[in-house]
């Protein structure tokens, strides 16, 4: 499978953004999905996934609230509506998909395949 994100952009604090995810060459039944996210100089920071069966959403702490995780299972896409953005979700945001188990859903290091990223600047 190969992912495609997209959907970053410049918006300022109080907006909203909504990021796209698309899968190509298979389909993300049996994978867990996630978006992940990583600041200049920092380590890569979970934000939101999908389970591997999809009926279960997980959430960062940071997010809870004002970012919600949907998939389109028709258009093979999973998207991250993000709101009430602040200068600190400034990050190129990344998605991942993988055969990832509930416990380790939150570790990007059990993602097989990833998307290229895509930036997103909130300005304050």
């Known amino acids: 499978v190969q992912l495609q994100a997209s959907g970053g952009g410049l918006v300022q604090a109080g907006g909203s953004l909504r990021l796209s995810c698309a899968a190509a060459g298979r389909t993300f039944s049996g994978y867990g999905i996630a978006w992940f996210r990583q600041a200049q100089g920092k380590e890569r920071e979970f934000v939101a996934a999908?389970?591997?069966?999809?009926?279960?959403?997980y959430y960062a702490d940071s997010v809870k609230g004002r970012f919600t995780i949907s998939r389109d299972n028709a258009k093979n896409t999973v998207y991250l509506q993000m709101n009430s953005l602040n200068p600190e979700d400034t990050a190129v945001y990344y998605c991942?998909?993988?055969?990832?188990?509930?416990?380790?859903?939150?570790?990007?290091?059990?993602?097989?395949?990833w998307g290229q990223g895509t930036l997103v600047t909130v300005s304050s």
């Open positions: 991942a998909a993988g055969p990832v188990i509930t416990s380790a859903i939150r570790n990007w290091r059990s993602y097989t395949v």
């Open positions: 999908f389970s591997r069966t999809g009926g279960y959403t």
